[in-house]
């Protein structure tokens, strides 16, 4: 069994000890005891530890990560805004799920604002954006998984996509990437060698000026990772009936 095929069967409960590895990657560095809540709790959405569906219990959390309850509970309503949380009159805050047609709605929607965001920001390419494209590909391409993966992928998408130049063109593709939650953005569900994309593949054809064809790649894998996330959700939900 695959490092994530075990952290999928052991979601119904959480990992008190990947919680606190968490914890231990983020105690240096921070000066907000809320900033480090927030990505110590953000990261274990994202690479499974805590699982679609799981309560959160804001007493243990804040003893397992070493904190007081305030700054998770502000953690827990800032991920609530980003579609990663939300709350229950009496179940309290669980980690949001997914269900198949809210998918397919965001993958949707999420062809339209990134195609767009590619071919606008073609035409403002340059020579020294394809070199760092370049290079923030071959690292997104060189993870698998984890947050490490995360921001390498976000990196290359936001100088893909011209992020500075249309803030709120990129908010909005964030905001519905962050609606998949862990489904994508912490494992790569398409891509290396089992699926032949890469992002060089996509930087190839921006280099060429040929717009029809990286929306074309573009295109391919967001569906990709679509049919992947609804198989994982079938997959979930076959295992939750039995």
């Known amino acids: 069994m695959s490092e994530r095929e075990t952290r999928t069967a052991g979601a119904s409960a959480p990992s008190a000890e990947a919680l606190q590895k968490l ?19 953000r990261d274990a959405i994202l690479d499974g530890t805590l699982a679609p569906g799981q309560k959160l219990r804001q007493e243990t959390l804040a003893e397992t990560i070493g904190v007081s309850r305030l700054p998770v509970r502000s953690a827990l309503i800032q991920l609530e805004a980003d579609g990663l949380v939300e709350f229950h009159a009496r ?3 669980v980690v949001k799920a997914l269900s198949a047609e809210q998918a397919r709605e965001v993958y949707d929607i999420r062809v339209l604002l990134e195609i767009d965001a590619l071919r606008h920001s073609m035409d403002e390419m340059t020579p020294e954006r394809i070199v760092r494209l370049r290079e923030l590909g071959r690292t997104a391409d060189a993870e698998e998984e984890g947050a ?9 998408y936001a100088e893909l996509y011209g992020a500075a130049a249309r803030p709120v063109h ?6 519905l990437r962050l609606k998949v939650g862990r489904y994508v953005l912490g494992w790569r569900l398409v891509g290396g060698g ?12 921006v280099e060429a000026g040929d717009a029809d064809a990286a929306a074309e790649v573009l295109r391919s894998h967001l569906t990709g990772v679509r049919d992947a996330v609804l198989a994982m959700l079938s997959a979930e939900g076959g295992a939750a009936a039995r």
């Open 194 to 205: 089992d699926h032949g994309h890469s992002h060089e593949e996509l930087v190839a054809a």
């Open 91 to 93: 179940r309290g805050a």
């Open 170 to 175: 990129w908010e909005m593709i964030e905001q």
């Open 148 to 156: 490490d993966f995360v921001d390498a992928r976000t990196q290359f």
């Open 23 to 41: 914890a231990g990657r983020h105690q240096a560095g921070y000066r907000s005891v809320g900033t480090m809540a927030y990505d110590i709790l």
